[in-house]
């Protein structure tokens, strides 16, 4: 019993190969098949990632069941996280690259729909993420964004702003206005 849960069935070589391969797979796809993906905005994309894991599972196992195999399946998974994490902190422009850009999907009310089509995103789920941060509308936002990471950055647009930018005109007018009638009387005592 002791021997079958811990004897490879396979050579460590290949047991420590085939989680990196998958590993590096996946996250070539994940940034080929885009942010969406990672957003897991609607169930059929939640199906999507919830199958990759299953799918991928014999590829990265092979035929070893043991728990030797696994840890060392983890272990490996684990090491190349570790690893690629620390090269893209240091090389900023290859994490860049691998990550993508940001995708900005509302700029001041109005929504960009050619962001909309690249990131294949109804008008529908975009009211969903502002519904998730308590707007209702999109002349609400600000600015929306679809982060690389498949997070939803939203900005909130300042209902007062307007009023207190008119405020602060009204206010400098003022001062401008009594800095002005002083000039005159001082003009006016000299002359």
Same mark, same amino acid.
């Given at each position: 019993?002791?021997?079958?849960?811990?004897?490879?069935?396979?050579?460590?070589?290949?047991?420590?190969?085939?989680?990196?391969?998958? *590993?590096?797979?996946?996250?070539?796809?994940?940034?080929?098949?885009?942010?969406?993906?990672?957003?897991?905005?609607?169930?059929?994309?939640?199906?999507?990632?919830?199958?990759?894991?299953?799918?991928?599972?014999?590829?990265?196992?092979?035929?070893?069941?043991?728990?030797?195999?696994?840890?060392?399946?983890?272990?490996?998974?684990?090491?190349?996280? *570790?690893?690629?994490?620390?090269?893209?902190?240091?090389?900023?422009?290859?994490?860049?690259?691998?990550?993508?850009?940001?995708?900005?999907?509302?700029?001041?009310?109005?929504?960009?729909?050619?962001?909309?089509?690249?990131?294949?995103?109804?008008?529908?789920?975009?009211?969903?993420?502002?519904?998730?941060?308590?707007?209702?509308?999109?002349?609400?936002?600000?600015?929306?964004?679809?982060?690389?990471?498949?997070?939803? *950055?939203?900005?909130?647009?300042?209902?007062?702003?307007?009023?207190?930018?008119?405020?602060?005109?009204?206010?400098?007018?003022?001062?401008?206005?009594?800095?002005?009638?002083?000039?005159?009387?001082?003009?006016?005592?000299?002359?």
């Amino acid at each position: 019993m002791i021997e079958s849960m811990f004897h490879l069935h396979v050579p460590l070589l290949e047991k420590i190969l085939r989680p990196v391969l998958v *590993y590096i797979c996946l996250i070539l796809f994940l940034r080929l098949f885009g942010k969406r993906e990672l957003a897991q905005l609607n169930p059929f994309d939640l199906v999507v990632l919830l199958c990759l894991s299953n799918t991928v599972q014999n590829s990265i196992i092979g035929d070893d069941n043991t728990v030797s195999g696994g840890i060392i399946g983890v272990f490996s998974l684990l090491t190349v996280n *570790y690893l690629l994490t620390r090269v893209l902190f240091h090389m900023p422009k290859l994490n860049q690259a691998l990550e993508g850009k940001r995708t900005v999907l509302i700029r001041r009310g109005q929504i960009d729909q050619e962001a909309m089509k690249r990131e294949a995103l109804s008008e529908l789920e975009l009211k969903t993420v502002l519904h998730k941060q308590g707007l209702h509308d999109f002349t609400e936002v600000e600015r929306c964004v679809l982060e690389p990471s498949g997070n939803f *950055y939203v900005e909130q647009m300042d209902p007062f702003r307007e009023t207190h930018e008119r405020g602060q005109i009204l206010s400098q007018i003022t001062t401008l206005t009594a800095e002005v009638r002083d000039l005159k009387a001082l003009l006016a005592a000299k002359g």
